[in-house]
């Protein structure tokens, strides 16, 4: 199972455990990580899961819900891309690092 690990100030904020359904980011208090920094659009991203039944795993993508300032994973602004593991994705401010294999 993936997980993002939010980071502010090179400290670890929180990890959150990703399931098998659509995780919603934003500023709004309904999203699934809701953050509360300006920069970051009322719905501002969501992490797609791919199971894959065949191959016994699951993949994730990041899409972009047409933000105002963008999702970013590695320094490049991306519309929907498949994370790999330790991606970078700022999101706003804030910093959250995608874990394919985390324990």
Same mark, same amino acid.
């Given at each position: 199972?993936?997980?993002? !690990? ?5 400290? !670890?904020?929180?990890?959150? #455990?990703?399931? @098998? ?14 953050? #509360? ?13 791919? &199971? @894959? ?6 993949? /994730? %993508? !990041? &899409?972009?819900? /047409?933000?105002? #300032?963008?999702? /970013?994973?590695?320094?490049? %602004? ?16 804030? &910093?959250?690092?995608?874990?394919? #294999?985390?324990?």
């Amino acid at each position: 199972m993936g997980k993002l !690990i939010q980071i502010h100030n090179d400290d !670890i904020v929180q990890e959150i #455990n990703l399931a @098998d359904h659509v995780f919603t980011i934003g500023r709004a208090l309904h999203c699934n990580l809701s953050i #509360n920094d300006p920069q970051i659009s009322q719905h501002h991203a969501q992490i797609i899961p791919d &199971k @894959d039944d065949q191959a016994n795993r699951v993949t /994730y %993508r !990041i &899409k972009d819900l /047409y933000s105002t #300032n963008g999702t /970013y994973v590695n320094s490049q %602004r991306v519309e929907d891309i498949e994370l790999k593991d330790q991606d970078i994705v700022c999101i706003g401010t804030s &910093k959250l690092t995608f874990c394919e #294999n985390c324990a």
